[in-house]
């Protein structure tokens, strides 16, 4: 095989992903380790990615010409991409996360691509469709960086802030530009060979898969050098009693009661408060809010405040009240506080959001 700086930096960036892969398995961590677990396969399933580009690449193609279809099956692994960037996402950002059974399901494009290919390379002397099983990987990745982004979304994470990388969540968000990244790759790389048909180019743009699993791999081989703070996942509530079935449903009593009785109309409310009201001990309240919805008390009580404030504005039977008289319906006593907070959780000013609905 031909050696040039393409296939030397796939040949290293593979040995490197294997080599994280096995680091971040047997990783010791405290508590539930099983987000390096699922880290350590999404690393590894890329090392399979990078050699399948080495399979088809310019300079190599021609060797591994007589195993095309092992290296077909091998490229079906793709589909295990999103569902396990999905799980990581969830393991740190939720510290009560455990695999359950039904999540299974998220695997069976996978098993289905992975039998169809397995009948094809059997029933065929040369595999129909091969560009079509590319289309199928980037409709399937774009479909799960649409339900990262939803997730993360409704935990309260804002994709801003990339490259501020200080605490694990950075560090997903880094993650998924990072998969991003490399759906656009795929993209690409599927549009010329499906449209310009001559074989050179065909062969010659699958090597930029290769270059961009480089840079991502030594990015996350520097982070982990320079910020190994990013990769460990303190479980801030390891010794709490309250065992998993106990939190859902204490969290939906939480829920309930906020939203029926609205003790945050209180501009005065505090968690001890709360606490009281519900007859639930402070600490699994803030345990409650930190874990479910990835929030202090403060931003979970004024993230019900800005709701209460958006229906007073959405509401034209109400178009009379002052921005002023809204603020301090819906339970806040400082005019800065609820234009900063207002401004962050909806992208918009008071007056920008209500003259939406106001009558012409």
């Known amino acids: ?6 296939n030397g930096i796939t040949i290293i960036s593979i040995f490197q992903a294997i080599f994280l892969a096995m680091v971040f398995f047997f990783k010791k961590a405290e508590g539930n380790r099983i987000y390096n677990k699922i880290f350590a396969a999404i690393i590894f399933i890329f090392s399979i990615q990078i050699m399948v580009s080495l399979s088809v690449n310019y300079w190599s193609y021609v060797y591994f010409k007589g195993y095309y279809k092992f290296f077909f099956v091998l490229y079906q692994t793709a589909y295990l991409f999103g569902p396990l960037l999905y799980f990581y996402i969830q393991s740190i950002t939720n510290q009560s ?3 359950r059974v039904g999540e299974l399901i998220h695997f069976l494009p996978f098993a289905i691509a992975i039998t169809l290919m397995l009948v094809l390379i059997y029933g065929f002397e040369i595999v129909p469709g091969g560009n079509y099983t590319r289309l199928g990987v980037i409709i399937h990745s774009m479909i799960y960086i649409f339900i990262s982004i939803h997730y993360l979304k409704n935990r309260g994470i804002s ?4 490259f501020d990388l200080k605490n694990p969540h950075d560090f997903i968000k880094f993650l998924l530009v990072c998969y991003i990244m490399l759906w656009l790759v795929n993209v690409q790389i599927f549009a010329i060979i499906k449209f310009i048909t001559f074989a050179k180019w065909c062969a010659y743009v699958s090597s930029l898969y290769s270059l961009t699993a480089f840079v991502f791999i030594n990015s996350i081989a520097f982070l982990a050098l320079i910020k190994p ?4 996942h303190k479980q801030k509530y390891a010794n709490s009693s309250l065992a998993v079935n106990e939190k ?4 939906n009593k939480l829920i309930e009661f906020v939203t029926t009785s609205k003790p945050y109309l209180e501009p005065s409310l505090t968690l001890k408060k709360l606490s009281d009201d519900l007859d639930m001990p402070l600490k699994s309240i803030s345990q409650l809010i930190n874990e479910k919805q ?3 008390f403060n931003d979970f009580i004024n993230t019900f405040r800005i709701e209460e ?6 509401d034209i039977s109400c178009a009379n009240l002052t921005i002023q008289e809204i603020f301090y319906k819906s339970g806040f006593n400082s005019k800065s506080t609820f234009n900063l907070i207002f401004k962050k959780q909806t992208g918009y000013t008071p007056l920008e959001y209500r003259r939406q609905f106001l009558p012409e």
């Open 309 to 314: 404030s958006k229906r007073y504005m959405q």
């Open 229 to 232: 703070d990013l990769f460990i």
């Open 97 to 99: 996360y455990s695999f």
């Open 1 to 6: 095989m031909q050696l040039n700086f393409i």
């Open 294 to 296: 990835n929030q202090n």
């Open 248 to 251: 859902d449903i204490l969290f």
């Open 159 to 162: 994709l801003k802030s990339l």
